[in-house]
């Protein structure tokens, strides 16, 4: 059985989907208080929180867990820095309780849904797993935090784990049947999407003066469905037996505002208002991942690498949403 956990927020439920699909039982653990109990139709579901070792415990004693998943997380930067407390307690301290669990119970493979934010400032693109990590945010710095305590509880106990540090996860699989769907939205695809319908009055672009081709921050955008292959992959190397490792996952591709925006228009065949603003403090120039790690090392390869493709999977998945 494979646990996940904070398995019924976005990129969860996804992995959960696929781990179903590809043989797997598995048992969803998760608060609810992000999550969608609706995206949880695959497996077991548990509704507990990490903050509670009993809840924890009384998932480990039910089921047989062989490795677990972590997604649970606070992820709104911001807010990490408005209310650093409620990240560090929520993002590390439950953190902490679920690795006593499962040291309790001898359960050592965990694959971690770590971050960007971890690296801070780039000193170059695109970024390795050598970069430096110096977050800029509470956030980052509770997962880079996590990642050191993973390393630690290696070399002390015996556990093995997948840092997996994503770019910008976004898009829909093919049915449709799992999106983007945040209570407080931040994600520029979905953003924009919600411009595109008319849920939004306009779409701000923080900046058009970067030293980048059309003046506008330059991202890499990674596919959820890509980032679900590798999960299943890292979760592969585990079970067979692998060490402890720590990957970028990015399409290797950066794609401007503008041409996210324009994808957008394009896709859906709306026209928004487009408002152009000062820019915001601490947004890179451009931020693009080097996944040839995981590529060499796991096999991965991303199947959706242009900006349309990503997009128009996601408009399917809203216009479905916006449909029930």
Not at 47 to 60: P, Y
Not at 67 to 93: C, H, T
Not at 121 to 144: A, C, F, M, R, S
Request: hydrophobic share 40%; net charge negative.
């Amino acid at each position: 059985m494979i646990l996940i956990v904070g398995g019924a927020g976005y990129i969860g439920s996804e992995i959960n989907k696929e781990l179903n699909e590809a043989g797997f039982q598995t048992v969803v653990f998760d608060s609810l208080v992000s999550g969608h109990k609706e995206a949880t139709k695959w497996g077991e579901f548990v509704q507990g929180d990490l903050n509670n070792l009993e809840d924890i415990r009384g998932v480990f004693k039910k089921y047989k867990i062989e490795a677990v998943f972590d997604f649970a997380a606070f992820i709104e930067v911001g807010e990490s820095v408005k209310d650093p407390q409620k990240y560090y307690f929520n993002n590390l301290v439950n953190t902490l309780n679920l690795l006593k669990v499962m040291k309790e119970f001898e359960v050592n493979k965990i694959i971690f849904s770590s971050t960007a934010a971890t690296f801070g400032e780039p000193k170059y693109t695109p970024i390795d797993e050598v970069h430096p990590q110096w977050p800029i945010n509470p956030y980052g710095w509770t997962k880079l935090m996590i990642e050191r305590v993973f390393a630690d509880y290696d070399v002390a106990y015996g556990l093995r784990y997948v840092a997996l540090r994503y770019f910008n996860a976004c898009g829909a699989n093919d049915e449709a049947d799992i999106g983007e769907d945040h209570a407080q939205e931040s994600h520029l695809i979905p953003l924009i999407l919600d411009a595109a319908i008319g849920k939004r009055e306009n779409i701000k672009i923080f900046g058009t003066d970067y030293p980048t081709p059309d003046g506008t921050c330059v991202r890499d955008y990674i596919h959820v469905v890509d980032l679900a292959s590798a999960h299943l992959l890292a979760l592969k190397h585990l079970m067979d037996g692998g060490e402890s490792k720590q990957y970028n996952l990015g399409n290797g591709k950066g794609f401007s505002v503008r041409e996210v925006i324009d994808a957008v228009k394009k896709v859906t065949e709306k026209e928004f208002t487009v408002l152009e603003v000062e820019r915001r403090p601490g947004d890179p120039p451009i931020l693009i991942a080097s996944s040839e790690k995981i590529r060499k090392e796991l096999g991965w390869s991303p199947k959706y690498t242009e900006i349309e493709e990503i997009v128009a999977t996601a408009w399917k998945w809203h216009q479905k949403k916006d449909d029930k």
